[in-house]
């Protein structure tokens, strides 16, 4: 939940993320990732700023390690590595994981492949349609037309088939 007023001269660019929610302590109470640096005696926005420089794999690294260790009685991270990867995306310019990556990318390859195959599809339609306008099907046998005289506007008795 992001603040509008941030106690920290950095102002509100680190608030998704240190306002994200990482777990519960042991009483119950909600654990964010600004609760959580307050109970390690680590600075949160200065963290923050820290993390939001350094490259994906080593940020991720890095907060994995502070979201597993257990500070007044907080029970830690399960799963620290998925963790982290959620709140890296969080930060200024956050990019996910390789890890994260990968397991987006066949959901983003599917749905490219879904709308490369609709415009495929739409584009086969609007040529076919242009041909059909291009080339109307020729009388069949037995429907003869009678031809109409360009000079008079006439129409011309109809030969016989």
Known sequence: MPRADSPSPLGSRYDNFLYADVGASCNGMPLTVLSLMARLDIDPWEEAARLAQLPGEAARERLSVLLGTPKDGSTGTA???????????????????????????????SAGFKVSMLYLVIVTLVLIGQWLLANPPAPTAGHATAPISTTTGAVAPALPP
């Open 79 to 109: 799963d620290a590595a998925a963790s982290a990867d959620r709140l890296i995306a969080l930060l200024p310019g956050g990019t996910p994981s390789a890890g994260t990556r990968l397991a987006i990318e066949p959901a983003m390859r």
